[in-house]
């Protein structure tokens, strides 16, 4: 099989890809970020809360969308959860911006102390997992490799 980056009007050959080599996609197409450690270098856990924020102009920049996935680092499975959640991202109904615009994503086997972050919240298992940011058509910054993607931040364990 031939190996593109761009399929241009090879609609054949993208209908192949598409088809039997998923994930498969240019990376004008798509980009797939891993993290498997928060922004301390330690290792992600279900067991702590994290949070992902992303500042009023910093979110991902995609001409198709954006999504955020947890999956347990076991056995790289989706997490069953109570809320069937599984991503979240910029066609999420329930996610909503902070009154600064910015926008916080919670991590974690528990939800939220805040109820106003209950459509924030993406349920991790109780142990070791990582997240997937899926960028479909994504922008100049991240094709360039220079926009600022944020840490995920471990958050304070209640006393």
């Not at 498969?24 to 330690?42: F, K, N, R, S």
């Not at 069953?80 to 991202?89: D, F, V």
């Not at 209950?118 to 997240?131: H, K, Q, R």
Request: glycine share 8%; hydrophobic share 35%; net charge neutral.
């Amino acid at each position: 099989m031939e190996i593109r980056t761009s399929f241009g009007t090879h609609y054949a050959l993208r209908a192949e890809v598409a088809r039997n080599y998923i994930g498969a996609l240019g990376v004008e197409e798509a980009m797939y970020l891993m993290a498997d450690c928060d922004g301390d270098g330690l290792p992600l856990d279900g067991t702590h809360q994290y949070e992902l924020v992303f500042p009023r102009q910093g979110l991902p920049q995609v001409g198709a969308f954006w999504s955020l996935t947890i999956y347990r680092k076991s056995d790289c499975m989706l997490v069953e959860n109570p809320l069937q959640r599984y991503s979240l991202g910029d066609r999420s109904p329930a996610l909503r911006s902070a009154p600064d615009g910015s926008l916080r994503i919670v991590l974690g086997a528990q939800p939220p102390s805040e109820n106003a972050l209950a459509g924030n919240w993406l349920p991790a298992p109780a142990e070791p997992f990582y997240v997937a940011l899926r960028l479909y058509v994504p922008g100049p910054t991240h094709l360039e490799r220079t926009f600022r993607y944020p840490p995920i931040r471990r958050m304070k364990e209640p006393s």
